[in-house]
């Protein structure tokens, strides 16, 4: 079956670290990007970037630049989200998802469950 | 940055109706434009891509259109599981952009 499978909710404190991931299934992990869009609850889609996993070749957006880290491991045919120092305001629901956007020109046409990661001191 | 609008932010319609949402983008997107529809508690699931295909699996009462800065979609005789949370993004090969969304609520 072709997924994305996401890891589970978080509940992180202020300042502390974080690396959530996304593992690919059914498909050639390399021959599609991975974008992440966050989703404060109740609000709408944001677009933070993208990642090549054959080359780890980012976009990011401008508002996330910065602030967040895309990478993947090949071998395991999974992406990563990763935050140094988390804030309050990093409190949101986390989507991966599939893209093709160089060779196809398609849009996120598979997504992840959504990681939900709480930030509360 | 691409800014998008979308329009309205709420549509109160009745099972059966024709229903019209419109995306409007801050500069010409040629047809990089998508649609996907999201549920409460669950991921965004794509429609449209490329301004006007279908996306493989999706009902045939969906439909797109538009190209440059203003596009619609459109859904033909509203089905009770098409209310729903409906966005528009721009995608190019660098960058992408969602709209605020439009809720499609029960009239």
């Known amino acids: 079956e072709v997924q994305l499978a996401q890891s589970g909710a978080e509940v992180k404190k202020p300042g502390e670290s974080l690396k959530i991931s996304c593992m690919a299934s059914?498909?050639?992990?390399?021959?599609?990007?991975i974008g992440w869009v966050r989703q404060v609850p109740g609000k709408g889609l944001e677009w933070m970037g993208i990642i090549d996993p054959g080359d780890s070749d980012t976009r990011y957006s401008p508002s996330f630049q910065g602030q967040v880290t895309f990478s993947a491991d090949r071998a395991i045919s999974t992406a990563y989200l990763q935050w140094s120092s988390l804030k309050a305001s990093d409190a949101a629901i986390y989507y991966c998802?599939?893209?093709?956007?160089?060779?196809?020109?398609?849009?996120?046409?598979?997504w992840g469950q959504g990681t939900l990661v709480a930030v509360s001191s | 940055d691409v800014q998008m609008t979308q329009s309205p932010s709420t549509l109160s319609a009745s099972v059966g109706d024709r229903v019209t949402i419109t995306c409007r983008a801050s500069q010409s997107l040629g047809n990089w434009l998508a649609w996907y529809q999201q549920k409460p508690g669950k991921a965004p699931n794509l429609l449209i891509y490329r301004a006007s295909s279908l996306e493989s699996g999706v009902p045939s009462r969906f439909s797109g259109s538009g190209s440059g800065t203003e596009f619609t979609l459109t859904i033909n005789s509203l089905q009770p599981d098409d209310f729903a949370t409906y966005y528009c993004?721009?995608?190019?090969?660098?960058?992408?952009?969602f709209g605020p969304g439009t809720k499609v609520e029960i009239k």
């Open positions: 998802a599939r893209t093709d956007p160089f060779v196809a020109g398609r849009p996120f046409d598979l």
């Open positions: 059914g498909y050639p992990f390399t021959k599609y990007w």
């Open positions: 993004q721009q995608y190019n090969t660098y960058s992408g952009t």
